[in-house]
């Protein structure tokens, strides 16, 4: 769960409608309501502050629903001005299926059970979106000459978004438990928890992950450093067609958009350094330690062992506060002992694929806190990797959707690898 994002991407790609006579009022709705649940935490009224700073944008902005399809959740318009929420996966939400856009808006403007229920589960979505709008008024000519999507942008995005949740769960985190012990989901949820759950300590890893969805699975995103190189080559190659035809004056204006570009990339790097610095590493310690405490709790020991082991093990690299490290170490003993004796008293309960990531789990929390794996067990992690190893090739094998695909071989390797005794480093 942890280990890997959920593919349903919040795409920067407008939507071409109709207008429908409901919008308007809809929009006006939809936009107060997720107004008032955003400014219910810091992260949330901190980000309606830019916006209202940054210029008449925000107040001009609109919020609409329309049928795409792609597995955009939502995405964020700058020639429309609005923030658009696919209409597929609201049906979804609802478990709705024959209804025409029209007739969504309809329904979601007329009745207000159904949007509160809506705006409650979205508004990590809408909160992301808005992010992208903010960076719109402030960068506004960052996607002309860019030429892309700048993949920096997302890296603002999920970390407010990520913000967010925690504050919306620590403050009340009975979604969070209820997802945790696997006895809630929505569409909307389990893509905020995708990012949420996917927390360290290191925040270059935090960022990798990021890259690595947008650039190697979901396409179409530019780094701003490749925009700007690329901007650099298409001014150097047009210089000495131009001159020598007459342009000089089309040259001068592709000289001025390079220029902008780096204007505002040496602009945004500024802010985004400055960003994480402010918030890491106090805020993913305080978030591993929720989330790790709430999975002990729940019993999802994989999850507590991911949060609490793992992060307990690199303390010393990221000047946590002393307090923040003793937290983390005493629930990171805390997680292996409970996950190795709930093995024992639970291993001819379970299947292959739970036990299997029980063991990895503990094991890896074990070699990464340089802790002895429990030598009562090493005999069951013998005898049940080799069952994995099959079950996961034959999982592998079959299976067709891209992110299943990954998840099963990436634990085929992690199986077909770990075959010997286990040994702290």
Known sequence: ?????????????????????????????????????????PAGRELLGRLEKA???????????????????????????????????ILKFFAAKKFKDREVVEIMRGNKEVRTEFVKYASPVFLHELVHALQCYLYPEYRRDAGGNPLEFEYEAY??????????????????????????????????FGSYLALSLDPARYREKIRGLYEDGLGGYL???????????????????????????????????????????????????????????????DALLFVGGIALERKNYPLALDCLAGADANTAKYGLSPEATEALKTKGALAVLEAASFIRDNRKKMGVE????????????????????????????????????????????????????????????????????????
Not at 58 to 69: E, I, M, S
Not at 161 to 175: C, F, G, N, Q, T
């Open 1 to 41: 769960m942890r280990g890997a994002y959920l593919f349903l991407a919040l795409l920067l790609t407008p939507a071409a409608a109709p207008a429908y006579p409901g919008d308007a009022r809809l929009s006006a709705k939809l936009k107060r309501e997720f107004e008032t649940a955003i400014s219910s935490v």
């Open 55 to 89: 210029g008449p944008g925000y107040k001009a902005l609109r919020v609409l629903v329309r049928r795409d399809p792609s597995d955009s959740l939502a995405w964020f318009s700058s020639d429309d001005n609005a923030v658009y929420f696919n209409s597929r996966f």
């Open 159 to 192: 970390l407010t978004e990520d913000i967010y949740v925690h504050e919306r769960m620590k403050a009340e985190p009975s979604l969070l438990k209820e997802f945790v012990r696997g006895a809630y989901t929505d569409v909307y949820t389990a893509n905020a």
């Open 223 to 285: 780094s701003i450093d490749k925009a700007e190189r690329k901007k650099k080559n298409d001014v150097e190659d047009s210089r000495i067609f131009a001159l020598a035809a007459g342009k000089g004056r089309e040259y001068a204006a592709g000289s001025a958009a390079l220029a902008r570009l780096e204007d505002q990339k040496e602009a945004f790097a500024a802010f985004l350094k400055e960003f994480y610095a402010g918030r890491w590493p106090a805020f993913s310690a």
């Open 354 to 425: 739970v036990l299997s990531q029980h063991l990895k789990a503990l094991e890896k929390a074990c070699l990464a806190a340089s802790r002895p794996f429990p030598g009562d067990l090493g005999a069951l992690r013998a005898e049940t990797y080799p069952k994995a190893m099959a079950y996961y090739a034959e999982k592998y094998g079959s299976e067709k959707d891209p992110g299943r695909r990954d998840y099963y071989k990436e634990n085929l390797d992690y199986f077909a690898a770990s075959t010997g005794p286990v040994t702290a480093p």
